[in-house]
């Protein structure tokens, strides 16, 4: 049998293969649902791209590695004390709405949209007092000490979390695509003004400030709105004191799903404030280049994550464990399939496209990107893990392998860069995702063994 022979009966077989999975019900609904979102988020990320790529030019390699770092801030503060409260919302929504019980549904929307106010407003606080104590760790001017106290009043307004839930329990991901075009847009004739009146980075920063706020209440009125449609009125009325009671073990998810995003936030965003302490502003710039255009393939996973989570929680709360494992599995290969060719389109187009889009002087991103972008592929693959262990009840698990998997990423972080400088930040970001994602499909199939045992000895 001769190498053709096999290549056609391999691409038969996975043409085969895709077609039986498109016909299963459930599959082709999440990725109708995903393709919605990623119409929407492709044309906000082309936008977006387009935005960063002309702010990189306006600003230059300092000023922008300067800009990096003061929106980094700000995110991670942000991150820490959000609640992620859509978390919450889905998994105790579903469960109530499939028992048709709508008084505890708003009293559930409630309790998350309390969450949301009161960490918005400690979270902004706290962005303020600190900045001057980043500011001095990172050797910043007292200028862009004010400038990181400014811009953390997004936070103030991010109370989106509980209308984020909203729209995905309810499968209206099409409004997902609309948020991210109208604040795509707006960005992008700001800072084309912003380009041709040669303004300075103050007026980036606000630029960036305003649309922030902008995109999170034009999500609040979205998800708020759905939600009267659906006839879940006078929400601020339902009753939230046994609420602990009513669903046990909801403030240890809460608290849990939180550590769980502060720790993951840890490999997302704390890296580039600890490259910009390492290598410094410029450094911390490239490496936000090479961050930004390896979200690519994540243009792929982000909406199949949103669309996937409600659709494991119903499966699990019906107990229909199979169709759990296909859905899991299919989903993951399948998008990192598709992160996979594009991970090969960088290898060999990066440095073309950094040097066209940012320019020649963020050309020195290239190695690093393709570094970084190699993680993000494995993240993709197993980025069904995560929903599936939330769905699950299990978010301490998740808890524990994210400490695990930062415990060991930093110092190796650390230890790289030192050695062989800013690729060595990607170089330990796939060591990162390597353990992240083994930990993971380990303890999932333990509690999927022990989920299949309890039902065969039910039905026995």
């Known amino acids: 049998m001769d190498l053709n022979h096999l290549l056609s009966l391999a691409r038969h077989f996975s043409l085969n293969t895709l077609y039986r999975w498109f016909k299963d019900e459930g599959f082709r609904l999440l990725f109708k649902n995903a393709g919605t979102l990623l119409s929407g988020n492709m044309i906000a990320w082309i936008l977006g791209l387009i935005t960063f790529a002309i702010t990189a030019r306006i600003l230059g390699p300092t000023q922008f590695g300067i800009f990096v770092l003061i929106t980094t801030y700000v995110t991670i503060v942000d991150k820490i004390l959000n609640f992620q409260s859509w978390q919450a919302l889905i998994k105790y929504g579903a469960e109530v709405l499939e028992k048709k019980n709508n008084d505890s549904f708003k009293s559930i929307v409630k309790f998350c949209t309390l969450l949301d106010v009161a960490t918005a407003v400690l979270g902004t606080i706290v962005s303020i007092m600190a900045a001057s104590w980043v500011g001095q760790w990172l050797s910043w001017e007292s200028e862009t000490v004010l400038m990181a106290a400014i811009y953390s009043f997004v936070i103030l307004f991010n109370i989106s979390g509980t209308p984020t839930g909203i729209l995905r329990l309810f499968n209206r991901f099409r409004l997902f695509a609309v948020q991210n075009i109208v604040t795509a847009t707006i960005k992008f004739v700001g800072i084309l003004i912003i380009y041709f009146t040669g303004a300075s980075l103050w007026f980036v920063l606000i630029l960036w400030m305003i649309t922030t706020i902008l995109g999170q209440l034009l999500l609040f009125g979205l998800g708020w709105r759905e939600l009267h449609k659906r006839g879940f009125e006078r929400t601020s009325m339902a009753p939230i004191r046994d609420i602990s009671t009513q669903h046990p073990g909801i403030w240890e998810f809460v608290l849990t799903t939180n550590l769980n995003s502060s720790i993951r936030l840890g490999s997302r965003e704390l890296d580039t404030m600890l490259v910009g302490g390492f290598v410094g502003v410029e450094g911390a710039g ?14 792929l996973s982000d909406p199949l994550y949103q669309a996937i989570y409600p659709d494991l929680s119903r499966l699990w709360a019906r107990g229909e464990i199979k169709t759990f494992k296909q859905l899991l599995l299919r989903s993951g290969l399948v998008a990192g399939g598709g992160a996979t060719v594009i991970w090969l389109g960088v ?14 002087e963020f050309v020195p991103a290239q190695p690093v990107l393709v570094w970084y972008m190699l993680a993000m592929v494995i993240a993709i693959y197993g980025f069904p893990l995560q929903p599936a262990m939330l769905s699950m009840g299990q978010p301490k698990t998740t808890f524990w392998v994210h400490l695990l998997s930062t415990i060991a990423y930093f110092p190796l972080l650390v230890i790289f860069i030192e050695w062989i400088g800013l690729v060595g930040a990607g170089i330990a970001y796939v060591c990162y995702y390597l353990l992240w994602t083994g930990l993971m499909v380990g303890f999932e199939c333990k509690y999927l063994r022990e989920k299949t045992i309890v039902a065969q000895n039910m039905v026995i």
């Open 286 to 299: 490239l490496y936000k280049i090479a961050k930004q255009i390896a979200a690519i393939p994540a243009m």
């Open 347 to 360: 290898v060999l187009l990066g440095s073309f496209f950094i040097q066209i889009v940012f320019g020649a």
